[in-house]
């Protein structure tokens, strides 16, 4: 139920011309509600407003749009609202620069800082209405460049006689997110290295399909501080690439995590010793990184080599699909990583036989500090998952449980069910289609969508309100057990 205000709020900014009208006279400190009213109803004129005269030095959309509002959106922003922020910043700019600066008046926008840092995600599919990460880079690019010629055109129109009249036009940070695959390169790079009143800094950095050179042009271009996360994903970047890019990463010394999935790393082949020596270098060097992505990688018996000597330990560690041996675990488990692991993923390893037990040990070592565990498609059946249960049961933290693609039944399911009530802070548990609910015989690859397609929807739907029925008498209805990835996909190192 929204309050008296934010109701009186979003009925002004439902009449544009009497918002305009009204915030010369409203007290500052009603543009949050606001700001937030407008972003709900989707009025791009009222915000072009409130960003026009923001009478703070930060618009963070992060702080914003949080708590319930964040839940009325659907967790994912406006790219009309999105847009018209940044369009409004950048004609205040430009209108800035036309006009002397005021230094009276309540409603003169004071705005330094623009945040629009956690807002996007990287999801594709999620339907036009919605800004996607790689959107938004776009529309900020675009922005940082039209406002610089606009700046250069300013001052060559006010040059005299060779002279340039001293001009201070206000300047602006948006900290950002940023997205890039080869369709957007080249906004993007024009961006950074053109300077202008719009400056554009990256919090976390994602490159998808890039060549090693492009890569690396913009890692350059970067501003070294504040970026905390990098995740080159899906480049073919092989251990030669790696070792190109990774020294150009020493440069950020707030970098906390790398991901670097499907990189086309092969310790198989004959050629890979050296750079394998020089992917463990180039890591040694990033003193601050506590998450690391290797996955799809093979490095089998590789691990000790990779991580041995990284100078402190990792919380965060994901080696989906890297056909680990017991040689592997067997460090992993001694290792100064273990003990300091909040997050681990290991789907995709087959534990139905000879790792079981190097697991078990793992998850020993790991269970006072895990908080979120992925083994998904890792061929645990019922026997399996039984014997795992106890050490499980100690991760007395853990917070997601991520078992997709398993073949348990609806009996395993239910053990499990039972077992992990003990695990009071467990909230969310990510649980594959049981093996006697399907129509027919289970795919091989237990994909979400492979799966969906051969479900008996029915005995599904009934097995999940039992397992509903069981939290509840447990007490632990508040725990959202499901067979959706979407959730699951939303879970991030730096939420935990």
């Not at 072009?48 to 959309?61: A, G, H, I, K």
């Not at 406002?147 to 009249?165: D, F, I, M, N, P």
């Not at 534990?351 to 498609?377: G, I, K, R």
Request: charged letters at 20%; a neutral charge; proline letters at 5%.
């Amino acid at each position: 139920m929204h309050s008296l205000l934010f109701l009186c709020a979003r009925r002004l900014v439902g009449h544009h011309p009497a918002t305009r009208q009204a915030l010369a006279v409203v007290p500052t400190k009603l543009y949050v509600v606001l700001f937030q009213a407008a972003f709900l109803e989707e009025r791009t004129l009222a915000l072009q407003d409130l960003v026009e005269t923001w009478p703070y030095p930060v618009l963070s959309f992060h702080h914003l749009l949080e708590g319930d509002l964040h839940h009325l959106l659907g967790g994912k922003p406006s790219k009309l609202c999105v847009q018209a922020v940044i369009l409004a910043l950048g004609r205040w700019l430009r209108g800035a620069l036309e006009e002397p600066r005021r230094d009276t008046g309540e409603n003169r926008c004071r705005l330094k800082v623009l945040d629009v840092t956690g807002l996007q995600d990287d999801d594709t599919k999620g339907g036009s209405e919605w800004m996607s990460l790689w959107s938004c880079t776009v529309a900020l690019a675009k922005a940082c460049l039209e406002v610089s010629k606009h700046h250069q055109e300013h001052l060559k129109s006010h040059s005299t006689a060779g002279r340039v009249v001293a001009l201070q036009p206000p300047r602006v940070e948006v900290r950002a997110d940023l997205f890039v695959n080869s369709t957007s390169f080249n906004v993007l790079r024009g961006a950074l290295q053109t300077p202008g009143p719009l400056l554009l800094k990256c919090r976390d950095f994602h490159a998808e399909g890039l060549p090693v050179a492009s890569i690396v042009a913009l890692l350059d271009l970067l501003e070294p501080h504040g970026v905390r996360r990098v995740d080159l994903r899906f480049n073919n970047l092989g251990l030669t690439g790696l070792c190109a890019v990774l020294p150009h990463l020493a440069r950020f010394p707030d970098l906390s995590s790398l991901k670097l999935p499907y990189s086309n790393v092969n310790v198989r082949r004959v050629t890979t010793e050296d750079g394998l020596q020089c992917l463990a270098t180039q890591l040694e060097r990033l003193a601050s990184l506590k998450e690391l992505n290797l996955g799809s990688s093979r490095l089998s018996g590789k691990l000790r080599q990779l991580l041995g000597n990284l100078r402190s330990p990792l919380e965060s560690l994901e080696l989906a699909a890297c056909f680990l041996l017991p040689s592997d675990f067997s460090f992993l488990s001694r290792s100064i990583h273990a003990p300091a692991l909040k997050k681990l993923d290991l789907s995709g390893h087959d534990f139905s036989h000879n790792l079981l037990q190097h697991l078990q040990h793992l998850l020993e070592v790991t269970s006072a500090s895990l908080l979120h565990l992925d083994l998904m498609e890792c061929q645990l059946t019922d026997a399996s998952l039984e014997s795992l249960l106890p050490v499980l049961c100690r991760c007395s933290h853990l917070r997601c449980l991520g078992l997709f693609g398993n073949p348990i039944t609806t009996s395993g399911l239910k053990t499990l069910v039972q077992k992990t009530v003990v695990l009071l802070d467990l909230t969310l548990v990510v649980y594959p289609y049981p093996s006697d609910c399907y129509t027919l015989e289970p795919p091989r690859q237990l994909s979400p969508v492979a799966s969906e397609e051969v479900v008996d929807k029915e005995r599904l739907a009934a097995l999940s309100a039992e397992v509903g029925r069981m939290l509840g008498s447990s007490g632990r209805s508040h725990t959202v057990w499901t067979t959706s990835l979407c959730q699951h996909n939303a879970l991030d190192y730096f939420a935990l």
